[in-house]
């Protein structure tokens, strides 16, 4: 039996027109928009559909937005197709949330919840410090951990090899990136994000989402749910919690939670929501296992296609 991990986008794949055309033609698509307003107050399907892009990219609502896409998505493929088995998920950062929600951990509607109020509590921390992030590609991660020491800023992503995002004051990213370019990095890019996301300038949203967590009942995963912080499968429920408060300032682990899932037999990865990016980076870890994804119709239908297809008897 082949192994199949789900993996679900985070903050930064939001685009607008996300999920539109899913919702044109499938009942449950339409369905999950109209319940995400009902739940959040607000016209979430108006910023996938139509944007402005400005106010989609605002992190109070990109969050809830990739978490409804991927949900989605999600759905879509358990629907048009029925015999799909996976046993493992995970998620990159936001996407953790729709990874446990997938593994029963807790409900769609009590993890949208979440989302929406962990991306308002970001927000409001972005709003008091002053703080960016860059891409470091090219620079291998124990030089790259130098740059951070000597610049005063954290390692926020671990994504894949030759890829490295860092955190931190604005003005001190800058600094961290002239030595990241000294030390033969091929490029050191900022980005453009609205704070220091996974470093210490993020702490003041920590004891909101704990707050936010305690109302919410948390189950034993059905499946193994890989952990961005510890790059292994989460624990027990009450771990689970401290797991994604401590995300938060944490770096994502990334390419050794897929290397994890690598090492205990995985061979097929399936995206879903808006982007390819995770795809991107599997790519860069193991060119060898099969990787599918959702993000739209045409996606959809060609991976349905691939997972429908006769396994090779070669």
């Known amino acids: 039996m082949r192994k199949t991990a789900l993996l679900f986008a985070g903050q930064g794949a939001q685009i607008v027109g996300m999920g539109h055309d899913l919702a044109q033609v499938h009942l449950t698509a339409k369905t999950l928009f109209q319940q995400a307003q009902e739940i959040l107050g607000y016209d979430l399907q108006r910023l996938c559909f139509q944007g402005p892009e400005s106010e989609l990219t605002q992190t109070e609502h990109a969050q809830p937005a990739i978490y409804l896409v991927g949900w989605i998505a999600f759905q879509l493929l358990r629907e048009q197709y029925p015999a799909l088995e996976f046993h493992a998920t995970a998620g990159l950062s936001l996407g953790e949330f729709t990874a446990l929600a997938a593994a029963e951990v807790f409900t769609f509607e009590d993890g949208l919840r979440l989302v929406r109020q962990r991306g308002l509590a970001m927000q409001a921390a972005c709003a008091q410090t002053q703080g960016a992030m860059a891409a470091i590609i090219g620079l291998e991660e124990a030089p790259t951990r130098e740059v951070c020491a000597e610049a005063g800023v954290a390692l ?61 009942t948390l189950k034993a995963p059905s499946v193994p749910v890989v952990s961005n912080v510890t790059a292994e499968p989460h624990g027990a429920p009450e771990n689970i919690s401290a797991r994604l408060i401590e995300q938060v300032t944490s770096p994502v682990r990334w390419e050794a939670g897929i290397r994890h899932l690598l090492n205990q037999g995985f061979t097929r990865f399936i995206e879903l929501g808006p982007g390819k990016a995770l795809s991107g980076f599997l790519r860069r870890i193991d060119r060898n296992v099969e990787s599918l994804n959702v993000a739209d119709l045409p996606s959809l239908e060609s991976t349905l296609q691939a997972l429908r297809a006769p396994a090779s008897s070669g």
């Open 156 to 216: 926020a992503n671990l994504n894949c090899p030759g890829q490295i995002v860092i955190s931190g004051a604005v003005e001190l990213i800058e600094r961290a990136c002239e030595l990241a370019r000294a030390r033969g990095a091929k490029k050191a890019l900022p980005l453009p994000v609205a704070g220091a996301y996974h470093s210490p300038l993020m702490a003041s949203a920590q004891a909101r989402l704990a707050q936010d967590l305690k109302q919410v």
